[in-house]
């Protein structure tokens, strides 16, 4: 490309200031032609060459792909699945922690139950001492045990953003213009910009 650039500056007539070759040739050097990258292996940068320009969570998910694709050499199919299993591994502690205040949570679900029906029959009656007898002991029983409503299912609700970018930043990159993830699928899904002919995936 430089080389075209050049040949094109210098037909144009041998007075152009050198400032401007200079420039010329440099702005032709940054062109990412479409063709060529089809051809070659991709290189970190690519997306952004190209002006994938999305929000910045699916962004970051997008360009963390691309590198994780580019430094492992793997193909896009198998990028996606060790990036997927990469994140769930990461959010492992967190999840055996919720795990744990959900098990935690079961073992005094009876002792739970019983005094939150005592509770709202309670407030059913207009029982003031007994609606807060009844407050009172519930939650005692949830501070001595450490039980929440809410750390149970931490685990579970964290996970969800991270599954809707990954979504979305796999949605762009079948838009971009190098033709990688086309020619990057397995078994009978030969390509990835393409939804599964047979539905297997969905289904699953």
Do not use: C
């Not at 200031?17 to 032609?33: F, H, I, L, Q, Y």
């Not at 994938?52 to 970051?60: A, D, I, N, V």
């Not at 005094?108 to 009656?125: G, R, V």
């Amino acid at each position: 490309q430089p080389v075209v650039a050049g040949s094109a500056i210098a037909s144009a007539g041998s007075a152009a200031a050198p400032s401007t070759v200079t420039e010329a040739v440099g702005s032709a050097a940054n062109m990412v032609d479409p063709g060529i990258a089809t051809q070659t292996a991709m290189q970190i940068g690519d997306l952004a060459r190209y002006g994938l320009e999305t929000s910045l969570p699916t962004r970051t998910m997008e360009y963390f792909l691309e590198y994780a694709h580019v430094m492992s050499g793997l193909p896009w199919w198998g990028t996606i699945g060790v990036v997927v299993v990469g994140l769930r591994l990461a959010m492992m502690p967190l999840a055996a922690w919720s795990y744990k205040h959900q098990m935690r949570a079961a073992q005094f679900q009876p002792e739970l139950t019983l005094l939150t029906t005592k509770l709202n029959t309670a407030k059913m009656q207009n029982d003031v001492m007994s609606t807060q007898l009844y407050t009172h002991e519930l939650t005692k029983l949830r501070k001595k045990h450490d039980l929440s409503i809410f750390k149970p299912m931490l685990g579970n609700v964290v996970q969800i953003p991270f599954a809707i970018i990954m979504f979305l930043a796999i949605g762009d990159l079948v838009k971009v213009p190098i033709t990688h993830m086309s020619s990057s699928g397995f078994f009978w899904i030969t390509d990835l910009t393409q939804h599964d002919p047979n539905f297997i995936l969905p289904g699953v």
